[in-house]
């Protein structure tokens, strides 16, 4: 079993940064692919960034590109979006997600190939 929970989000002005967390429960965490996805009124729910067990492959959706960056840190069971230059249009709840198959080489993209999540967290980006 697998618990996790986002915390870093907030109001935040356009061009602005946040640093999103994820602390997870559980000794095998350093072994599965992990992401964040977020979601915005009305909208589905989308990847937004995804690693690795090892850290090793990263994955960014191209609307990120280039401002966001996820990494990890298996010995305190972490994982961090560092996400620069806000946009209004990346408002949305933030959520992070484990995928428990362990060692996987690539990251998975589709949001039903993770099976666990946390509860999210808001970012809101307006002046």
């Known amino acids: 079993q697998v618990q996790l929970v986002e915390s870093g989000g907030g109001l935040v002005q356009p061009g602005g940064s946040l640093r999103l967390s994820c602390a997870a429960s559980g000794r095998t965490f350093s072994s599965y692919a992990m992401a964040w996805f977020r979601q915005a009124p009305g909208k589905e729910r989308e990847i937004v960034a995804g690693i690795t067990w090892s850290g090793g492959r990263t994955y960014s959706a191209d609307s990120v590109k280039g401002r966001f960056t996820i990494s990890r840190d298996n010995a305190k069971n972490t994982v961090n979006l560092q996400m620069n230059s806000l946009k209004p249009e990346d408002t949305a709840v933030y959520y992070c997600?484990?995928?428990?198959?362990?060692?996987?080489?690539?990251?998975?993209?589709?949001?039903?190939?993770?099976?666990?999540w946390g509860q999210g967290t808001q970012v809101t980006v307006s002046s």
């Open positions: 997600a484990a995928r428990s198959e362990a060692f996987i080489a690539v990251v998975p993209v589709r949001r039903e190939q993770y099976n666990y």
